[in-house]
């Protein structure tokens, strides 16, 4: 009997056929190896020049890269509950990082256990309800109350160690030191297939200690060995708009992420210098990975795959971490190779984290359910886009209903086109991005091209009901918050003063609780 394994990066949904040939005796063992807030756009030309990223480099060379692969939201726990259930967010009312999967959500890797898979999960899962910080959820909640409140510290930078510091982030070192170990001596002598999966917390930024218990993370932390990694002189300093000409809900993201002020183009670089730096230590992980496989005599039976939750602006747009449609922040990698598949691949065709739950049941030859929002990637693997063609859809989806933006928001990626609307589709006015011609985002050209509007909004319309999710997102809000604020009593007014936001709050605080009130007490 055969056996192959499988380092799961991303994979998609119905073409079973197609799957690499496997007979009945033949089921492949998976690794996904997922990180947190990894920019996708360094993983193929131009961005690959700016870091080394050898690992990454070797699934481009022996497998595939998809050039335009996509987070379904760009949070990290609604973007992961979107990977593990192979649902658009809006279907599992995903609508934050407080609200997410049930505990007792059926995900693929519950799916390979019933069908004989061993499976071990490690590192960062952040899928279900109930984590994150009360901070998190609150600043969640009241999103639509008409007030401007800094929720995160100023992006900043920390140096530690020296050139010979390789372990800058030590938890997720362990993690990875326990995933090889376990590949190295559990895996091959295993009398059944496994499935594997590491969870990263690179390259997300580190929380700012010096702002207390509840601060975010605003923290780009690296060693001089890993900015050696890094080729500054190709680093660019992104183009910013005025704020005055900022589109409303992005102004919004750049003053509660505290980005409003003056910055250099010196810290600016400093921090994309060591964002990228935080990538290379990531990469270094997988290739811990990848050199356990190798010493197990498993890289030649396996599939490996890499991918993230959602990306990182890294100061572009006048902002930091996500929460936001443009490229930096949707755009996330997906990398995958393994026996039978063409190496070298580059596809094109967009896809995103909810094709990796139909693309694992195909893989195995177990039934795709057919209420799945995503679709299998095997016809890409194995180079027969024209049958891919037949069956899925020409764009993705992406939505987004969490803090740091004012209104609930979606976005539709085809072809060379980026439409972003939000809300009804009313009050707030929509973006369109011509991505061929546009790759920093700064044009928006809804004006120019109405009729294409209409028909990519009818699109949407039939994908989402999108007025009707941000009014039921807009209800859940109001009474997640009021319920809250009812549990707390007395001690209410002195909680909310302190959350991430407690610096501005406490400038007039009867003025943001009286807000708070009025937005409360409204019928909408």
């Known amino acids: 009997m055969y056996r192959f394994n499988i380092v799961f990066l991303i994979l998609s949904t119905k073409t079973l056929a197609l799957c690499l040939n496997y007979t009945q005796n033949v089921r492949p063992n998976i690794v996904m190896v997922m990180s947190d807030a990894f920019d996708g756009r360094l993983t193929f030309h131009p961005g690959s020049q700016v870091v080394q990223l050898p690992y990454t480099e070797y699934l481009r060379k022996q497998g595939s890269v998809f050039l335009n692969a996509y987070t379904n939201s760009p949070i990290c726990c609604p973007s992961r509950a979107a990977m593990w259930s192979g649902q658009f ?4 009312q995903s609508w934050n990082n407080f609200k997410c999967l049930d505990n007792n959500y059926t995900t693929w890797m519950e799916i390979l256990h019933k069908n004989g898979y061993y499976t071990k999960k490690l590192g960062k899962l952040d899928y279900t309800s109930g984590s994150h910080s009360i901070s998190n959820r609150v600043e969640a909640w009241t999103r639509d109350v008409p007030f401007l409140l800094r929720q995160e510290g100023r992006p900043m930078i920390d140096l ?21 170990q376990w590949i190295r001596q559990s895996a091959a002598s295993l009398s059944q297939p496994f499935a594997l999966y590491l969870g990263l917390n690179l390259p997300h930024p580190y929380r700012t200690e010096s702002l207390g218990p509840n601060a975010g993370g605003s923290t780009f932390r690296t060693s001089p060995y890993w900015l050696r990694k890094v080729s500054r002189e190709l680093i660019t300093v992104p183009k910013w708009l005025p704020m005055n000409e900022m589109h409303p809900v992005d102004y919004y993201s750049t003053f509660t992420k505290n980005c409003s002020s003056s910055f250099t183009q010196e810290e600016v670089k400093d921090i994309r210098t060591f964002y990228y ?16 496989l190798s010493d197990s005599g498993l890289l030649s039976s396996t599939l490996l795959m890499f991918t993230s939750d959602h990306g990182e602006l890294a100061m572009e747009h006048r902002q930091f971490y996500k929460m936001s449609m443009f ?28 094709d990796i739950y139909p693309t694992v049941l195909a893989l195995i030859g177990v039934p795709i359910p057919a209420n799945l929002s995503g679709y299998s990637l095997m016809p890409f693997l194995h180079q027969t886009p024209a049958s ?41 006015p929509p973006q369109l991005f011509d991505l061929s011609t546009d790759k920093e985002e700064l044009y928006n050209v809804v004006a120019h091209f109405p009729a294409l509007c209409q028909r990519l909004d009818r699109l949407l ?52 609780e009286a807000a708070i009130d009025e937005w409360l007490s409204g019928s909408s």
């Open 388 to 428: 891919s063609a037949k069956y899925r859809p020409d764009w993705v989806l992406s939505e987004y209903h969490g803090c740091n933006a004012n209104a609930s928001t979606y976005m539709l990626r085809t072809g060379k086109w980026k439409y972003i609307t939000y809300a009804d589709g009313s009050g707030v």
């Open 461 to 512: 319309r039939s994908i989402v009901d999108y007025p009707a999710i941000s009014q039921a997102v807009h209800h859940y809000n109001k009474k997640q918050f009021s319920d809250w604020k009812s549990s707390l009593g007395d001690r209410y007014s002195s909680i909310i003063a302190n959350l991430r936001w407690h610096v501005d709050w406490q400038h007039n605080p009867k003025y943001f």
């Open 89 to 92: 967010v809006h279907r599992t």
């Open 160 to 180: 530690i160690g020296n050139a010979s510091t390789v372990k800058v982030m030590a938890k997720d070192w362990k993690i990875t030191e326990n995933a090889a």
């Open 327 to 354: 490229e930096g922040s949707s755009h996330i990698p997906l990398l995958i190779t393994g026996p039978g598949m063409k190496a070298g691949l580059q596809v094109e065709q967009p896809v995103s984290l909810v």
């Open 277 to 292: 730096a935080m990538c290379a230590e990531t990469d270094a992980m997988l290739g811990e990975v990848v050199s356990a």
